[in-house]
């Protein structure tokens, strides 16, 4: 049975700034974090979610709501008296002080004994690879290195919540997805509860058990990566989670033959059989009329039926290969795990299956439907 | 990097070389003319040949000036104490009330916050002259004219802003997330101020301190009108020297070497200390 750990009641931070207009960063912000659980913040830059974490640490104020953490009201307490440790996206660590000190220093004033402290920092050290650092001063190592110790410092706390600020956005690639496993492991062996700020869609999903999707200060989907991918809650979760985009269209939606068409503008007309989609949906769907519609690269597919489409570029990943396609409605990106050997100026034909098609309400971009079942 | 030839390296000696005679001079100059006599200061055309005497220094060790027509006591080394006591004072006391303010304006943006601080720095546009006036009606009012701590609180005007605006600047370039950093650990703002931002803004409490040293040290007019001679210091004291005889140059000499000598010291000790603080430093990531 898991527990509420942290609770984020409608949670609003506006900015006043001297002589200019104000700057709301978080927007009525509700959210339950459970106890044990990894939760990432992700949204682009200045959505809100480097805001929301230094609220929940204390080091901005709540301009409205409430934060309870083990439900206790942490909002008005001193960053201090919240016991939440927290890694800084700027690392921040002390600069008189080596790495080892830096790490050790919580854990000091918790009065740790040395053999035990050194033991613990020793073990954070192996799990991040900069035992070999230990002694060094911040000024005089790498900045992927700082931003590991910082994360270091951080997880070695005994905190009731571990806050992450973009813990390793300054690591190369390959060390990060080694140290996403590690610090997974890490999180979930000890039972921390963790909330991860985040750009990195790949860090999100990695870590993560349920992703917070933010953007412009509001919350706009709250679930697991999976859902999220799969059932996205609008259409800016639509777009903005997987690599490459979503695909999307503006189309009209009319019932004719026993066909459900959609209008890609006036020359493209993507046919569906009714049947395909439930009666309320279909009802649902004539009474909104204007719907977007989106498809996921990898479900769009290259074959001899369905629209025509002239490649405009064919790239090789090694392992994928995206072929981008200009037609009358616009522009679509196919991934396909096979090497495709369509060429530039080729016209191939598309096909959208209808167990893939994502149909958004083209007014306020809430989800319609996802594969012919309702949203 | 950039590799210098010869030439280019002895052009840069030689404008360095150029630059240093030129501040240094006037002070070898003094320190030479300490050792002389009036007659041979005087002299024309200048020479650098003399016999060295320490008589000056005597004349000021002793209390005593004596010209060739006329005996007089002069109180220079109560000059220095006094300066001393100014100086340290009012440093001390603006680096207590300074520091603080400093940090205060630094990572609590309010209401009125800067109008405060530059109202604070306004203390420095005025010209001192046009102050002292109603100063020291308001002085002799409060019964504090005439007194170290009377003194010590105009020389605020000073050291206070100087203090202020300068160590702001370092608690400003200190990371916020440092001292966040320690917060989240479990301390509080005071331990947090003196554990973390003091000490890695001290190169530049130090840098300030010295300079706001330097120009208590240096201050001339509000100690002529608002001390009387007891508590003059040397900058003030130094017009003994100029009596109704004559200006006697060699005891002016040994008293400015004297005068010196307590803030050179005190910069090449803090000299040391900025660099080793400035290299600890690289407190940005």
């Known amino acids: 049975m898991s527990n509420v750990l942290l609770k984020l009641d409608s949670v609003s931070k506006t900015y006043r700034p001297l002589r200019r207009d104000p700057v709301h960063a978080v927007r009525h912000f509700s959210l339950d974090v459970q106890d044990g659980q990894i939760v990432a913040l992700l949204g682009s830059s200045g959505c809100g979610k480097t805001s929301m974490l230094r609220m929940i640490a204390g080091f901005e104020t709540v301009t409205n709501g409430a934060i309870e953490l083990k439900g206790r009201a942490i909002h008005t307490l001193p960053p201090a008296k919240r016991n939440v440790a927290m890694a800084f996206e700027g690392y921040s660590l002390y600069p008189p002080l080596t790495v080892h000190e830096n790490m050790a220093l919580a854990l000091k004033s918790q009065g740790v004994g040395r053999v035990e402290l050194d033991e613990q920092v020793n073990s954070i050290a192996r799990l991040l690879e900069i035992e070999n650092i230990l002694n060094k001063y911040p000024s005089s190592i790498s900045a992927g290195q700082q931003q590991r110790a910082s994360l270091g410092r951080a997880l070695i706390r005994r905190a009731d919540l571990h806050l992450l600020d973009e813990p390793m956005g300054q690591l190369e690639p390959q060390l990060r997805a080694v140290l996403r496993g590690r610090i997974k492991h890490f999180i979930k062996e000890r039972q921390l509860t963790a909330i991860l700020v985040t750009h990195d869609q790949t860090e999100a999903n990695a870590l993560a058990d349920r992703i917070a999707v933010m953007e412009d200060g509001n919350l706009q989907q709250f679930d697991t990566p999976e859902t999220i991918k799969a059932r996205p809650a609008n259409l800016f979760t639509g777009t903005f989670i997987g690599e490459p985009p979503m695909n999307i269209f503006h189309s009209e939606v009319e019932l004719n033959d026993q066909f459900l068409k959609f209008h890609l503008g006036t020359d493209v007309v993507l046919r569906f059989p009714e049947s395909a989609f439930s009666a309320d949906l279909r009802d649902q769907l004539l009474n909104v009329r204007k719907v977007t519609l989106g498809v996921r690269p990898y479900a769009v597919r290259l074959s001899d039926v369905g629209v025509s489409a002239e490649v405009y570029a064919n790239q090789w990943l090694g392992d994928q290969s995206h072929v981008a396609a200009r037609f009358a409605a616009g522009s679509v990106i196919s991934v396909s795990h096979d090497r495709v050997s369509t060429k530039e100026g080729e016209t191939v034909c598309i096909e959208f299956p209808v167990t893939d098609l994502h149909i958004f309400d083209t007014r306020d971009g809430s989800a319609i439907s996802h594969g012919g079942k309702p949203a | ?285």
């Open chain 2, 1 to 285: 990097m950039r590799h210098h030839t010869v030439l280019e390296t002895w052009l840069r000696g030689l404008a360095i070389a150029v630059i240093v005679l030129f501040f240094m001079f006037p002070i070898f100059w003094i320190v030479l003319m300490s050792f002389q006599t009036n007659e041979t200061i005087l002299r024309s055309p200048p020479s650098m040949a003399f016999v060295p005497t320490i008589s000056n220094y005597e004349a000021i060790f002793a209390g005593r000036l004596d010209s060739n027509v006329a005996s007089m006591d002069i109180k220079f080394l109560g000059n220095l104490g006094n300066s001393i006591i100014l100086s340290v004072g009012s440093v001390a006391v603006a680096l207590l009330l300074g520091v603080p303010a400093a940090y205060a304006f630094a990572r609590h943006k309010f209401r009125g916050s800067e109008d405060i601080a530059f109202t604070l720095l306004s203390f420095r546009f005025a010209p001192p002259l046009l102050v002292l006036l109603p100063l020291t009606t308001y002085f002799q009012a409060l019964g504090i004219a005439d007194t170290y701590f009377g003194l010590i609180w105009v020389y605020q005007l000073i050291c206070l802003p100087l203090i202020l605006w300068i160590v702001r600047g370092y608690f400003e370039d200190i990371p916020a997330d440092i001292e966040h950093a320690y917060r989240t650990a479990g301390h509080g703002w005071f331990a947090t101020f003196r554990k973390i931002a003091l000490p890695l803004a001290m190169p530049g409490i130090a840098a300030a301190g010295l300079l706001a040293f330097i120009f208590a040290w240096n201050n001339f007019i509000f100690a002529l009108v608002l001390a009387s001679a007891d508590k003059q210091p040397v900058t003030v004291g130094a017009l003994a020297f100029v009596t109704a005889s004559g200006i006697q140059y060699g005891q002016i000499a040994a008293a400015v070497v004297l005068s010196i000598a307590p803030t050179l010291m005190l910069a090449l000790y803090a000299q040391r200390y900025l660099v080793e603080g400035l290299s600890l430093g690289a407190v940005k990531g």
